[in-house]
């Protein structure tokens, strides 16, 4: 490419290498670049644009990917703006599914939206980001102008997608209405006059439909950065909160660093390049000691659980975690702060100190969500009591004295006798 300075050259490549960070596809390069050196060149800031429905009310680190990434951008001095799809929320999103998304209610998404914003400026500078619902133009548009937008697509380029053909190959019901979620989520980019969009590899139709609705509407097309999605922590799938695989943003630090250790060894570089702030530089330093046999990965999971902790929560705990996680796996020493119930709030619970029936008493102190889960966690080996593991769902036991229950790896109670 051509640059009318070398400081103009300079200053595209500082800002390229940063927002190229971590992208899968950048559609379509050429054009995009041409952007962010107008950009420079103008002193114009772009519009990067990121949708979110408040489907499910709070955000974990894989949500986090996107966000960062806007985060990158706004640092080098561009505009933000996010999308919070109370309407594009109650079609729900097709992308990646095999089955009709379920509605939720208009309260349900504007509750959850709340949340979303609240976790959004862990990261972003709120005073720098601009924010829309989508209602603003979807609730005053007539009829006759939503038939108007959906003449500027096919059903035959619709179908064109993995979820609808295979759904319509395994003669699983498409409604009528997830068809226009597409098109509802190329208008934003019309409504807010969109540079760039981004989104997941799954989101890549309908990031490239917001194209064509900006062309039909006589604007240039947006073009488009596509980031990975995080694998959760069982090492296979998306990180999702109904596969119960993820970190939350707002769990406690002793929380989200026992989470982070037992992310599989291969999937430590990819937390560190998409969830973390670590510079190039040390990316190249743990994809290289990584691959080389240089460090023990248990120690780099532990800087990475340090640095996302003092990510969300003041500086220090961080290091604090990780102390706490070394007393109490390493050295087998117990947590300093644990729960604690005494025999009179067991009788209140309607549990006999005489006869503890184990099942019950991890039920109803909730560190299980159902008697049967209590089962699974004894059976599989992970309940302790006094350091003995036990294995027998039908245990019962006595209290004559203090006693520590552990369930898992990070959940405690003390049980006191008097």
Not at 19 to 25: C, K, L, N, T, Y
């Amino acid at each position: 490419m051509e640059f009318d300075s070398p400081e103009l050259k300079k200053e595209f490549e500082h800002q390229w290498q940063i927002i190229s960070r971590g992208a899968v596809e950048i559609i379509p390069e050429d054009e995009f670049k041409a952007k962010v050196i107008r950009s420079i060149k103008e002193n114009k800031p772009l519009r990067v644009k990121q949708g979110f429905d408040p489907t499910a009310p709070d955000i974990h680190l894989g949500h986090t990917v996107g966000i960062r990434k806007l985060k990158q951008f706004q640092d080098l001095g561009h505009k933000i703006v996010l999308i919070v799809g109370d309407y594009t929320g109650l079609v729900g999103d097709p992308s990646g599914r095999s089955e009709t998304r379920p509605m939720l209610s208009y309260d349900e998404l504007m509750a959850n939206s709340e949340t979303y914003q609240k976790q959004f400026f862990k990261i972003l500078d709120r005073s720098r980001t601009e924010i829309h619902y989508n209602g603003e133009w979807f609730k005053e548009m007539e009829f006759i102008k939503y038939m108007h937008l959906a003449t500027k697509f096919t059903v035959a380029r619709l179908l064109e997608r993995d979820d609808f053909a295979k759904r319509f190959k395994n003669g699983i019901p498409i409604s009528v209405h997830e068809l226009f979620y597409p098109l509802m989520q190329a208008y934003d980019s019309v409504a807010i006059r969109a540079d760039i969009e981004l989104g997941a590899t799954e989101q890549t139709f309908n990031l490239l439909a917001g194209r064509t609705i900006q062309e039909a509407f006589n604007m240039e097309p947006q073009c488009i950065l596509t980031l990975p999605i995080l694998v959760g922590l069982d090492g296979q799938r998306r990180m999702s909160k109904s596969l119960g695989n993820y970190i939350g943003i707002d769990e406690s630090p002793r929380e989200m660093f026992g989470k982070v250790m037992s992310i599989p060894d291969e999937q430590i570089y990819h937390y560190f390049e998409l969830a973390t702030d670590v510079s190039l530089e040390e990316l190249k330093k743990i994809r290289a000691d990584l691959s080389q046999n240089n460090i023990n990965p248990m120690d780099l999971k532990k800087k990475l659980g340090e640095t996302l902790v003092d990510m969300y929560h003041p500086g220090g705990s961080g290091a604090e975690a990780r102390q706490e996680f070394e007393r109490i796996f390493s050295q087998k020493q117990l947590p300093d702060e644990i729960p604690e119930i005494d025999s009179r709030q067991l009788i209140e619970l309607e549990i006999k100190p005489e006869a503890i029936y184990l099942v019950h008493l991890m039920t109803k102190t909730g560190l299980s969500k159902s008697n049967g889960e209590a089962r699974k966690l004894i059976v599989g080996g992970g309940v302790y009591l006094d350091n003995q593991r036990i294995t027998d769902p039908d245990f019962e036991f006595k209290l004559s004295r203090d006693m520590v229950l552990k369930v898992g790896k990070r959940r405690f109670l003390k049980l006191k006798a008097k």
